[in-house]
């Protein structure tokens, strides 16, 4: 279906925000998608885009399955990633947590562990193998600039083929949280110095729009599916950070900026992509809001995990008929 690019229907885009363990909500949202049609998610779209939390999901989607060019995991399968591999990702030795003190002097967690699940989940699997072109957002800290990983690109240029685990660890590097990815340049003694495409696109589905019409420039249209894995519900009073400096605005700060970029994507989106003159939908955003118990990127305990589900059941539950609207884009 994502290779019938005829120019006379829609190109289908999937964009999904960073956050973290939350990515376990739209691992559900995309889960019930393929219930509802049959079909798997790489499948529905012409262009999957992700940052950090996102990308990590749009690469486990779109990795095939040995010898084939079949996805290797379902969406369900990605749930129990963050179910089961989560509280790993975000655990830290006795020993580091002394030494850091408790984040404070270093990132709050080591990379050995993430990068040993992201190594083994993804295998040998390389960029170019994707079996949906893909489009993850990094950010180049030396060189103060931007970094995409396209497959469409890893297919082309050989040094630019990067191995999965290396794209998602990338991507995810979240400030305070994990060190950044040093990834070697082909050919070189060079490196780039890569962290969270969470600092500057969040919400990549701006960028995915921007990547699509490029890719496709023939296209009739573009229909684009953005989810969220939460914003934050509790509010910063003014009297409580008045008076804050660098060390309480550590952790909130980041917070903050993953909020007010995806709104703000959001709003450029429901612009660029208003309504067909027939009335059907261009773009589709779900996102919910979340407590301050179960907005933290890094709860990984199993209480916080089964409230994040509950949540992505009521928010299925309530936009119910969005998500057959969906269906019904990415099959006109």
Not at 130 to 142: D, K, R, W
Not at 226 to 237: A, D, F, I, M, R
């Amino acid at each position: 279906m994502a290779n019938d690019l005829t120019g006379t229907r829609p190109i289908r885009v999937l964009s999904i925000d960073g956050g973290g363990i939350r990515g376990i909500i739209p691992a559900r949202i995309l889960d019930e998608l393929e219930q509802r049609t049959g079909t798997p998610v790489s499948a529905l779209f012409d262009l999957m885009a992700g940052t950090s939390t996102g990308g990590i999901l749009v690469l486990g989607l779109t990795k095939p399955a040995k010898g084939t060019n079949l996805p290797a995991h379902s969406a369900a399968q990605m749930m129990e990633f963050y179910s089961e591999l989560g509280p790993a990702i975000f655990s830290k030795p006795l020993g580091y947590r002394l030494a850091s003190v408790n984040g404070l002097l270093r990132s709050r967690y080591p990379e050995c562990t993430v990068e040993k699940v992201l190594t083994d989940f993804f295998g040998d699997a390389r960029l170019k193998d994707a079996t949906t072109p893909v489009f993850i957002p990094s950010y180049e800290l030396e060189r103060h600039t931007p970094f995409f990983f396209r497959s469409t690109m890893a297919k082309k240029q050989p040094d630019y083929d990067f191995p999965m685990h290396v794209v998602a660890r990338s991507t995810s590097a979240a400030p305070t949280y994990f060190p950044p990815e040093r990834v070697p340049i082909a050919g070189t003694s060079d490196y780039h110095a890569l962290i969270d495409g969470g600092v500057f696109a969040n919400n990549p589905a701006a960028c995915a729009y921007v990547e699509a019409r490029v890719n496709y420039s023939e296209a009739a249209d573009i229909t684009l599916v953005s989810l969220g894995t939460g914003k934050s519900n509790p509010p910063v009073s003014l009297a409580k950070v008045e008076d804050w400096g660098v060390a309480q605005w550590a952790r909130p700060i980041l917070d903050t900026v993953l909020d007010g970029v995806s709104s703000t994507v959001e709003y450029q989106l429901r612009s660029l992509l208003p309504p067909r003159p027939d009335g059907t939908d261009r773009y589709f955003r779900l996102q919910t809001t979340l407590s301050e118990q179960n907005s933290s990127l890094d709860n990984a305990a199993r209480e916080n995990l089964k409230e994040l589900r509950l949540q992505a059941e009521r928010l299925l539950e309530e936009r119910s008929r969005e998500i057959d609207r969906i269906c019904e884009a990415l099959f006109p």
